[in-house]
């Protein structure tokens, strides 16, 4: 499925990447192999966040939500690793673990004041 938009929730143990336009949302989840609960092996986390960029394939726009700090380990690792994945990344937001439903709540209520703010040309001057 080719979406614009996609957010993903994720933690040291596992990923949802969750893709969405206005009436469908596509869903996977990616486990990470390492057995480590908060320090995973470098391998091993090159392995998870390969597998999470490869799934982010076709969005325009990611937003990265999750407990703690492993968002924003993927999104230095993709500006090191996958630097077109990294360019798609608008934002890190913190979250508890919600469903994937109100993961996708949260993202396009945060997609559609993102997108307003891109289209305002008093922003751009700004």
Same mark, same amino acid.
């Given at each position: 499925?080719?979406?614009?938009?996609?957010?993903?929730?994720?933690?040291?143990?596992?990923?949802?990447?969750?893709?969405?336009?206005?009436?469908?949302?596509?869903?996977?989840?990616?486990?990470?192999?390492?057995?480590?609960?908060?320090?995973?092996? *470098? #391998?091993?986390?090159?392995?998870?966040?390969?597998?999470?960029?490869?799934? +982010?394939?076709? #969005?325009?726009?990611? +937003? +990265? #939500?999750? $407990?703690? =700090?492993?968002?924003? #380990?993927?999104?230095?690792?993709?500006?090191?690793?996958?630097? *077109?994945?990294?360019? =798609?990344?608008?934002?890190?937001?913190?979250?508890?673990? $919600?469903?994937?439903?109100?993961?996708?709540?949260?993202?396009?209520?945060?997609?559609?004041?993102?997108?307003?703010?891109?289209?305002? $040309?008093?922003?751009?001057?700004?």
């Amino acid at each position: 499925m080719s979406t614009y938009h996609a957010v993903v929730w994720l933690d040291h143990s596992e990923a949802h990447v969750l893709m969405f336009d206005r009436e469908h949302v596509e869903a996977q989840r990616i486990k990470s192999r390492s057995h480590h609960k908060h320090q995973g092996k *470098a #391998t091993d986390d090159a392995t998870y966040f390969s597998a999470i960029a490869q799934a +982010l394939v076709g #969005t325009r726009e990611v +937003l +990265l #939500t999750g $407990p703690g =700090l492993t968002r924003n #380990t993927f999104r230095d690792w993709c500006q090191q690793h996958q630097k *077109a994945v990294a360019a =798609l990344i608008v934002d890190s937001l913190s979250a508890d673990h $919600p469903s994937d439903a109100q993961v996708v709540a949260l993202a396009r209520q945060y997609f559609k004041k993102f997108d307003q703010l891109a289209a305002d $040309p008093a922003s751009a001057a700004a």
